[in-house]
């Protein structure tokens, strides 16, 4: 991809801080980034990964750590397995070059890895798991948007516009995340008067939602909402679609990557869910100046996970130029748990709290025929 950042870099120079100090110690500082890239889940991890690595590429090009300083990632795979995500992670610990890991879609996954880090005193940034409270100062941080709150106030939208009665609810039975936003969501929507007609289990491994969508369809819901892993949620609203379901589906942010339009076709039509990022609807400079180069090294828009991934890089960058002469894992660990505000922020409004990264805003969206991400009709 060298050759091809050049118009970046130029909005990149004048995004810099006025008067910023780039203190690293000229060297070669490397992230080891276990991915995910094999497996059910490897069409996220590419897009984790790809993310990543134009940030490293346009950290190192731009001297934006210091001059002479270059950022690397050392890449191991782990097919989302945890016991080869462990022998990842100890791998990249013993690479000397390694400042700093990242890791994990899945938040089991990522609690395998993270007391680990921690005996190690290594940086450990997560660029996906979802699960609340995998967070610990200073050598744990996350920089996912965690979708819990986002599906609540989606849920909430969605039943302020549409006024439904009943509601039924999908979950992945085998995934405490998605069981733990249900959850949330279901106690919004009884206390605004909701009552619930059913709660369908599936798993994540499952690939037939015939029996799944005639329960529900059974119990004649006003409103749908889904909440598992991007295949069962595809097939689920698949089914209910074919089943000639009318009433208002609710989805979460798996259904965000375009892949998931190109295999839903018609039936996401107003199949609404919340982001919190979009490529169509970005509005802060370094945003724009990212999906620029996105675009441009990938010829495909980014989404939300290439998002998080370009955003672990930064961040662990703002952390090093912040260390004078050269910085240790200890050292970094404690700059980046002091990090409250992004220097390069993709989203706009993106904040550190307490270390897990947070948006203000809550997107939501649906699919246009055409296959772009626009605002839910309904919420405009």
Known sequence: MSGKLGAVLAVMALLAPAGAALAAEPGDYNIGFVTENTGPIAFAGLSY?????????????????????????????????PARAIQALRGVIADRTVIATSCCILSPVAGSLKPIAISSKIPLVIFGATAPGLPQAPFVQSMTILPGPKDVATAKRAAEVTKPK???????????????????????????????????????????FTAAATQAMGVKPDMVLVYATQTPAVGIVTALRARDFGGTIVGNDVLSPDPVFKKLGPASKDVMFPI??????????????????????????????????????????????????KPTREGLAEALSKITVLEHDVYGGERIVEGQAETADTLIVSWSPEGKLAPWPSAQ
């Open 49 to 81: 990964w790809h993310g990543a690595q134009l940030a490293a590429e346009e950290i190192s090009a731009s001297g934006y750590i210091g001059k002479g300083a270059k950022l690397g990632l050392v890449d191991k795979e782990s097919g989302s397995d």
């Open 166 to 208: 009943t509601a039924a609810y999908f979950v992945a039975a085998d995934n405490d995340a998605f069981k733990a936003r249900m959850a949330a969501a279901q106690r919004e929507l009884e206390a605004m008067g909701v009552k619930t007609a059913a709660v369908v289990s599936v798993l994540s491994a499952d690939t037939d």
């Open 276 to 325: 919190s990022f979009s490529a169509s609807m970005v509005k802060s400079d370094a945003g724009k100046a990212f999906v620029a180069a996105y675009r441009k090294s990938f010829n495909a828009d980014p989404d939300i996970y290439s998002a998080q991934g370009y955003a672990v890089a930064y961040f662990i960058a703002q952390g090093l130029k912040s260390i004078p002469g």
